[in-house]
């Protein structure tokens, strides 16, 4: 039977309410296949890139079948538990179980690590239906006494490549053999290594197969460039690209925390409202430059591939690749960030010429060249940066200013640049913010 609407689904009164509240009328293609065969109590592995809309397709049947089977009488202990590899995509799964079961007597906590465990313990202690956590935390509240599974019938998780790049699978097989033999199992991931396969034979009962899109194949709605740039080209590249007021909601992916850092607050300076997102920042700082992003408060978050994958932010326009990544499916997560809920999206990568093997395992996994996007604007060029800034490179500038400086310490008046005309016209809007941000080794440094 084809499921054309949610209404054909069977779900509660109360979540279709949601449903109608939130306007979700049309499944996606995973809810479409999954919801039906999980409302029958058969074990899943779901294989879907983000975007496809896999969190409904588990948070629904899931707060159904909590809401028709009665809770045992007593403390309230969690019956469904939901694993994450991230913080922001523990939130966020928070979030829609908060904004589908908002008309059911259902509670449900977030439990992760870089905050205290207090607010967590506190939750636990007075009863919760769902718990949403990453594995590392959980894992120290249930060592300590405070989480007890032993009523989960309903164990999800989800991005399950993921926790095994980031090293969770053992903290996972310690969870899972806590849990009750006795339960329904979920496992969703973008790609399937060899690990993941062993561990979805470990915790699945004769598992039904969903698989809505090609494996590790980017969504094809998103507009795919690259440009071939220096590295000391890339930030003007940038600046010059975000001069175009059709990029109004952007991603930027750099591999470090150092060089987000320092790309956020060269766009800062010249006017482009940018926060980063690293796992440096504390959890507040990251929620509240998730916050301004999603609020349109800043128009750029720059991030390393700690975001790649967990943010789920409507309308982002462009993602920009500023470094392009080691591993290529991270490519496919990162892009994955825009043409999200039915939209179009465009990506840019900047690959110079020591990224050329990383851009060749990129086009191996998606079967595709990307299209090179053209020849590069006059002030991106190296040559123009020479002719802009000069050959002076950081321990240069570092040495003349001890020199301008002098035994007395004092630092001297700085002196103003002059804005010098490139090719006989006047800057642009853009040359004025690629001579703000500078090449990289530079005096923009």
């Known amino acids: 039977m084809k499921i054309s609407k949610f209404s054909e689904l069977g779900l509660a009164d109360p979540i279709q309410r949601a449903l109608r509240a939130r306007d979700h009328a049309v499944p996606t293609p995973i809810q479409a296949r999954a919801i039906p065969q999980l409302l029958d109590g058969k074990d899943m ?21 909590l809401h028709k089977v009665p809770r045992i009488k007593g403390p309230r202990s969690p019956r469904a538990l939901i694993l994450a590899p991230t913080r922001e995509l523990a939130i966020q799964i928070g979030d829609e179980f908060k904004a589908y079961g ?55 998780l989800d991005e399950a490549d993921r926790m095994l790049d980031m090293g969770f699978v053992r ?39 969903v698989e809505v899109t090609p494996q590790s194949t980017p969504i094809e709605r998103i507009e795919q460039h690259v440009y071939h740039v220096p590295a000391a080209g890339k930030r003007a590249l940038l600046a010059e690209l975000m001069g175009d007021p059709a990029l109004e909601r952007v991603i930027v992916f750099a591999r470090t925390k150092h060089r987000a850092n320092r790309v956020a607050d060269q766009l800062g300076k010249c006017g482009v409202d ?57 490519y496919v997560h990162r892009i994955g960030r825009t043409a999200r809920a039915g939209a179009d ?17 990129i086009e191996r ?50 002196r103003r640049r002059s804005r010098r005309r490139v090719g006989g016209t006047a800057p642009t809007q853009f040359s004025s913010l690629a001579a703000a941000l500078g090449p990289e080794g530079s005096a923009g440094r």
């Not at 899972?176 to 690990?195: C, D, I, K, N």
């Open 45 to 65: 592995l779901g294989i879907a890139q983000t975007g496809t809309g896999k969190t409904g397709a588990f948070a629904l049947p899931i707060l159904h079948n």
């Open 274 to 330: 940018a926060e980063a997102i690293h796992g440096n920042k504390s959890q507040g700082a990251r929620q509240r430059a998730l916050k301004r992003f999603r609020d349109g408060d800043a128009r750029v978050l720059v991030a390393t591939d700690i975001a790649a994958r967990g943010i789920d932010v409507d309308g982002v326009t462009h993602v920009i690749n500023y470094e392009l990544p080691n591993e290529p499916k991270s």
């Open 171 to 209: 903290d996972v097989r310690k969870i899972v053999a806590a849990l009750p033999a006795e339960r329904q199992s979920l496992l969703f991931s973008a790609t399937m290594p060899r690990e993941i396969t062993r561990l979805s034979a470990e915790i699945l009962t004769d598992p039904v197969r």
């Open 365 to 414: 996994l998606i079967r595709q060249r990307l299209t090179v996007a053209g020849d590069l604007p006059a002030e991106v060029s190296p040559e123009g940066f020479g002719k802009r800034r000069g050959p002076a490179g950081p321990k240069r500038l570092n040495g003349d200013k001890r020199k301008r400086q002098g035994a007395g310490g004092e630092k001297p008046r700085r």
């Open 345 to 361: 999206g465009i990506a840019f990568s900047f690959c110079d010429p020591a990224e050329r093997e990383h851009l060749h395992g």
């Open 102 to 156: 908002r008309d059911l007597p259902l509670r449900h906590t977030v439990i992760f690590g870089g905050v205290g465990q207090k607010p967590q313990v506190d939750a636990l202690r007075r009863g919760v239906d769902i718990v949403i956590a990453t594995p590392g935390r959980l894992l120290d509240l249930m060592g300590q006494g405070h989480a007890d599974l032993g009523g989960v019938r309903f164990l999800v």
